[in-house]
C-alpha cells in the first residue's frame, strides 16, 4: 500500500515520455507465492521530448533481480532504485532494456496488478495496476505491442490466457531458477515434488498502453460461440468460469453478441481480433475491466441464471457486457494520452452502452408506443442515478469536471462525474448535431486518431468538423465543474398570440472554480396544448437563431435550443391559447430545471406529455413537492390527494406498458429529495417520504390488490422485457398494498416467497416482507439464507437488503444487526462485492439509520475504513465518500461526522487513496 505523503498531480503539467516503448515481451514464470516476470522492452527517445532526460519506470512492491542493457548487464551507477520505480541514465536513442523482477501475487490484497484469487491467477492494471508487475512507463500514452510468454504448473494452471491471440501452446520444462532454488523449498515454489510445467504464448497486433494489458491463469473452463463479423471474418468468443458455473453464462453469451451486432450496426465497428475473450473472478475492485481481447469480470456481470440473478442483474449483465466490449474501439484502438482525459473512453462508452440497453428494450416491444416507452425507462433509470450520486458530488468537496484539473491519487477519479455525466455530455454533443452528425464524427474520429492516444478536445474537433458546428463554448463541460440551474418563466400573449420562454442559466461555485462561464446547453422544450397535445412551433424571427431545429414525429413535436448566454428569450408564434410548457425533453442537459407550475400542470403533464420522460419527471416533481410540504408540517392526506389521482390515472392507463408505470409509481429517494434540503434531518425526512408512501398506499389499496392479482402468473419464467416489466410493477404494487396493513398483503407475499420460480419475484417477496417487519420478515431472511448460504452474489443481497433496511415501530437501530452480520462467515472485508454489499448499503443506502442522531454510525464507519485500507486503499476510499456531504447536516451530526473524519485522517500508514477523500472533506 502507497502511504507516501499525496503529490498533486496537474493537468497542465502533462510532459511526454523521454521514451517510447516499441514493442515488450513479457515471461511469466506463475507460482502464487513468487511469480518471476522477464520483461524485454524495445526503446527509441521520444523525438518531442527532453533529449537528455532519463528513462522513467514505475514500479511498486517489486523485488529487482536484474537488468541488461542490449543483452549486456547494466552497471549499477547506471540506475537508481527507489519505492516508486527505477530511472536509467544515459541510454542510447534506441535499445533494448531487459528487467528480471519478482513479486507475490498471493500477498496481493489490493487486486490491483497480478493477485490470486480462489487459486487462480489474475489482473487488473487501470489505472496504475502494470507497475505492480514489472518495471515499466505505466502511463497510458506509451503504446506498444504485446508478446506474451505463460509458464506454470499444467496441474494446477491448465489455462493460460492473455491479450490478442494464441500462437503456440506447448508443455515445457520447469525454469531453471526454480529448480536452482534449494531443491523447490523456495517461496512460492509449491510441491516439493518436481511438477510439469506448459507454456502459452499470446501475440496482440495492435499497440495499447500497459493499463490494458491482462493476464489469467487457473483451473477454468469456457462456453465458446463462433460468429461471422460483418466483413465475413469468423471469430471466436468464449466466457470462461470456475468449473460448475457454466450454466450462468448463456445471457453474457447473447449479451456480447448483441453488442457486436449492434456496434457493427450503428457505428460501423467490429471486432478485431481472431477471438474474444470474458473471465469471470469473484474477487475484483470493478464491474469489469476492457483489456484487449481479455475482458475480466466480476461475477457479478457475468452470472446470470433465474434462480440467482433479478431482471436487474439481467439488464446489468448486458449493460457491462456492451459496455466493456465497446471500449474495444472507444478506449482501446483510442485511448488516452493521460489519466485527466478519463472521461474520453469512459464517458463516450457508458453512452454507448447506454443507447445499445435502449436500443435492445425497444426492440423487444410489440409496438411503436411500447418502444418509445422502453426506451424512457431506460432513460429514467440513468437519469436517477445521475441525480442520486452525481448531482450531489458536483455539489460537494470531490466536484470536478468531467475531465479534472488535478488529482492526487487517480483511482479517486473514478467517479460518477467522469462517467455519466461524461455520457451526458456525450449525448449532449448528439442532440446537438442529430444522429447522424454524430455517426459522421464517430467516423472522423476514427479516421484521425485509429492507433493513437488522444484528448477529450481531439473528440470535440472532429464531431465539430464533420459537422461543421462551432464547438468552442461547449468546451467549458470538459472544464467547469457543477450542475447548472436554468430558470425558466413563461408567459402568453393571448392578442399577439405569442408564448414567451425567459431562460437564465446559473452555476454556483466548486472547489478552485468560484465563478462560472455560461455552458452551450441544449434545450429541448415543446407545448403542450388544452387537449393535451404538442402545439405545432413556430419560432419568433428574434430567437430563430438560436433554435437549432424542429423535431416532429410520433405526435411530438419539439425544439432544440441553443442556450449559450447567461439570459436568452425564446418566442413562438401563432400561439392561440394558453400551452403548458414541457422543458428539458428526455433530460437534453445534465441541469436542474427550475419552473413555477402548480399541482394542477404538474398532473396535466403527468398525463399527457408526449415526452414519457416528461410525464414521468412530472410525476416525481409532484412527490417530491409533497413530501417537502409534509416535511415542513401539512397534513399527508390532504398535501397527498394530487399525487394519489395522478399516480391513479397512470396506473389505469391502458396505453402506458408496465415498466413505464413501475417508475411512475417509485417515490424519488432521500437521498434526492435530501439535495433540495439546505440542512438534512434524515430521520424527519425517512418520516415524511414514509408518510406519502402510506397515503399512496392505503389510498390504492384496491389497485395495488388487483395488480399483484392481474399480474401475477403460473407461466414459467422469460427474461423478455415486457414480462420483466410486468415482474416489476407487480412487486412495486405487492410492497405498496403491504404498506397499507392488509393482512391479506402479508400473506400474499410469503406465498409469493416460497413458491417464486425466479429470483426477480423471490427478492420482491422478500422486500415487501421486510417492510411488514416481525416474525415474516426474520423467517423469511432466515429462509432465504438456508436456501442460498452457497451462492456468494445472492448472499450479498441478502446482505445489501438488511444493511439498507428501514426500522420498523420496536425494531433495535438497523446498526445492531449490520455489526452482527459483518462477524456473519459468509462476510470478508477482502472480498469487494462483500464490502459494498455490507457496508455500502448501510453508509451509502440507508439515509437515516446510518446518520443516527448518536453518531453511531459515523463510529462505525471510520472503523471499518481504518479496517479495510490496509488490506484494499480502493475500496477503502469508496467507503471513505460516505461524509464527503458532512455540511448538509445540522450541527450535531456535523460534529459527530467531522470527529470521525480526524480519526481516519489521524491514522499512521493511511493510504493515499483514503487520505486524498478525508482532506477535502475537511477542508470543504
Not at 402545439?535 to 419539439?558: M, W
Not at 461526522?897 to 483514503?914: G, K, P, Q
Amino acid at each position: 500500500m502507497r502511504t507516501e505523503q499525496p503529490v498533486t498531480i496537474r493537468r497542465l503539467d502533462y510532459t511526454p515520455p523521454s521514451f517510447l516503448v516499441d514493442s515488450v515481451s513479457l515471461a511469466f514464470d506463475l507460482l502464487p507465492g513468487g511469480t518471476r516476470v522477464d520483461a524485454t522492452l524495445a526503446l527509441r527517445r521520444n523525438p518531442v521530448a527532453d533529449s537528455g532526460a532519463p528513462l522513467s519506470l514505475d514500479g511498486e512492491e517489486l523485488t529487482l533481480e536484474g537488468v541488461w542493457l542490449d543483452g549486456e548487464p547494466l552497471a549499477v551507477g547506471r540506475y537508481s532504485l527507489s519505492e516508486s520505480g527505477l530511472e536509467v541514465r544515459d541510454l542510447p536513442e534506441t535499445c533494448t532494456l531487459r528487467i528480471v523482477t519478482r513479486t507475490t501475487p498471493e500477498a496481493n490484497t489490493t487486486l490491483s496488478g497480478l493477485y490470486v484469487s480462489n487459486g487462480n491467477f489474475f489482473t487488473q492494471c487501470e489505472a496504475e495496476g502494470f507497475r505492480r508487475i514489472t518495471f515499466f512507463p505505466d502511463r497510458p500514452d506509451v503504446m506498444a505491442r504485446y508478446r506474451v510468454t505463460l509458464r506454470a504448473p499444467r496441474e494446477r494452471f491448465p489455462v493460460l490466457l492473455s491479450n490478442g491471440n494464441l500462437i503456440a501452446r506447448r508443455d515445457c520444462e520447469a525454469p531453471e531458477w526454480l529448480a536452482a532454488a534449494h531443491d523447490g523449498e523456495a517461496p512460492g515454489a509449491g510441491p516439493a515434488t518436481p511438477e510439469a510445467w506448459h507454456e502459452a504464448v499470446w501475440d496482440d497486433p495492435f499497440p495499447k498502453p500497459s493499463y490494458l494489458f491482462a493476464l489469467v491463469a487457473g483451473r477454468l473452463v469456457a462456453t465458446e460461440e463462433r460468429l461471422a463479423t460483418m466483413s465475413g471474418r469468423e471469430v471466436l468468443l468464449q466466457v470462461w468460469v470456475e468449473p460448475g458455473n457454466e450454466d450462468r453464462t448463456g445471457h453474457a453469451m447473447q449479451s456480447l453478441v448483441r453488442a457486436i451486432r449492434w456496434d457493427e450496426s450503428r457505428f460501423g465497428l467490429e471486432l478485431d481480433l481472431d477471438r474474444f475473450m470474458i473471465v469471470a473472478v469473484s474477487d475484483f475492485n470493478m464491474g469489469a475491466m476492457e483489456n484487449k481481447g481479455l475482458n475480466i469480470f466480476n461475477t457479478k456481470y457475468v452470472f446470470a441464471h433465474p434462480r440467482i440473478a433479478t431482471d436487474q442483474d439481467f439488464a446489468g449483465v448486458e449493460s457491462v457486457v456492451g459496455h466493456e466490449y465497446f471500449h474495444n474501439w472507444t478506449g482501446n484502438r483510442v485511448t488516452c494520452r493521460d489519466w485527466f482525459q478519463l472521461t474520453l473512453k469512459e464517458g463516450l462508452t457508458v453512452f454507448r452502452d447506454q443507447e445499445f440497453s435502449a436500443d435492445v428494450m425497444a426492440a423487444q416491444a410489440a409496438t411503436q408506443a411500447g418502444a418509445a416507452s422502453a426506451r424512457a425507462v431506460k432513460r429514467i433509470e440513468d437519469v436517477r442515478v445521475l441525480r442520486a450520486a452525481q448531482f450531489p458530488e458536483d455539489a460537494g468537496p470531490m466536484a470536478h469536471p468531467i475531465r479534472p484539473d488535478s488529482y492526487q491519487e487517480i483511482n479517486n477519479f473514478y467517479t460518477v462525474t467522469v462517467y455519466e455525466k461524461g455520457a451526458e455530455v456525450i449525448r449532449m454533443l448528439q442532440t446537438l448535431v442529430g444522429r447522424d452528425g454524430f455517426r459522421k464524427g464517430m467516423d472522423l474520429y476514427f479516421a484521425r486518431h485509429d492507433g493513437q492516444a488522444v484528448t477529450c478536445d481531439d473528440f470535440v474537433a472532429a464531431i465539430a468538423d464533420a459537422n461543421g458546428a462551432d464547438l468552442s463554448q461547449f468546451g467549458r463541460w470538459y472544464s467547469q465543474a457543477g450542475t447548472p440551474r436554468v430558470s425558466i418563466v413563461g408567459s402568453h400573449d393571448a392578442r399577439a398570440r405569442r408564448y414567451r420562454l425567459e431562460v437564465r442559466q446559473a452555476c454556483l461555485p466548486s472547489p478552485g472554480q468560484p465563478l462560472k462561464q455560461p455552458f452551450h446547453i441544449p434545450l429541448v422544450v415543446g407545448l403542450v396544448g388544452p387537449d393535451g397535445r404538442d402545439l405545432p412551433l413556430k419560432p419568433a424571427a428574434a430567437c430563430a437563431g438560436s433554435v437549432r431545429r424542429i423535431e416532429t414525429a410520433g405526435g411530438q413535436v419539439s425544439a432544440v435550443l441553443d442556450l449559450t448566454e447567461a439570459s436568452q428569450v425564446f418566442e413562438f408564434e401563432d400561439v392561440a391559447e394558453a400551452p403548458v410548457p414541457s422543458l428539458a425533453r428526455n433530460f437534453s442537459a445534465p441541469v436542474v430545471v427550475e419552473h413555477a407550475c402548480d399541482d394542477a400542470q404538474l398532473a396535466f403533464l403527468a398525463a399527457h406529455d408526449s415526452d414519457p420522460f416528461n410525464r414521468w419527471e412530472a410525476a416525481q416533481r409532484l412527490a417530491t413537492r409533497c413530501v417537502l410540504a409534509v416535511l415542513d408540517g401539512a397534513a399527508p392526506a390532504g398535501r397527498s390527494a394530487p399525487l394519489v389521482a395522478a399516480i391513479a390515472r397512470a396506473i389505469d392507463d391502458p396505453h402506458l406498458d408496465a415498466a413505464f408505470r413501475e417508475q411512475i409509481l417509485a417515490l424519488p429517494s432521500e437521498g434526492f429529495i435530501a439535495e433540495q434540503l439546505e440542512v438534512v434531518d434524515p430521520v424527519a425526512l425517512r418520516a415524511a417520504r414514509d408518510a406519502v408512501r402510506g397515503e399512496l398506499a392505503r389510498g390504492l389499496a384496491g389497485r395495488w390488490r388487483a395488480l399483484v392479482h392481474d399480474l401475477g402468473s403460473d407461466a414459467p419464467w422469460t427474461p423478455d422485457a415486457a414480462t420483466a416489466g410486468e415482474r416489476a410493477l407487480k412487486n412495486a404494487a405487492l410492497a405498496y398494498w403491504v404498506d397499507s396493513g392488509d393482512a391479506d398483503a402479508v400473506a400474499t407475499a410469503q406465498r409469493q416467497f416460497a413458491r417464486a420460480d425466479n429470483m426477480t419475484d423471490r427478492v420482491g417477496a422478500l422486500q415487501a416482507l421486510l417492510r411488514a417487519g416481525g416474525e415474516p420478515r426474520e423467517q423469511a431472511l432466515a429462509e432465504f439464507e438456508k436456501m442460498f448460504a452457497d451462492e456468494p452474489l445472492v448472499m450479498d443481497k441478502w446482505f445489501s437488503l438488511q444493511a439498507a433496511m428501514h426500522r420498523r415501530p420496536g425494531d433495535p437501530p438497523v446498526l445492531e444487526r449490520v455489526r452482527a452480520l459483518a462477524g456473519h462467515p459468509a462476510f470478508s472485508l477482502r472480498n469487494p462485492n462483500r464490502v459494498r454489499a455490507l457496508v455500502g448499503s448501510f453508509c451509502h443506502g440507508n439515509l437515516a439509520e446510518f446518520h443516527a442522531a448518536d453518531g453511531s454510525g459515523y463510529a462505525w464507519w471510520a472503523e471499518r475504513v481504518l479496517e479495510l485500507d490496509p488490506l484494499n486503499p480502493q475500496v477503502a476510499a469508496r467507503m471513505a465518500r460516505a461524509l464527503d456531504r458532512w455540511r448538509k447536516f445540522g450541527p450535531e451530526r456535523q460534529a459527530a461526522m467531522r470527529a470521525a473524519l480526524e480519526r481516519v485522517a489521524a491514522a499512521e500508514h493511511l493510504s493515499r487513496d483514503v487520505r486524498e477523500i478525508v482532506t477535502k472533506a475537511l477542508a470543504a
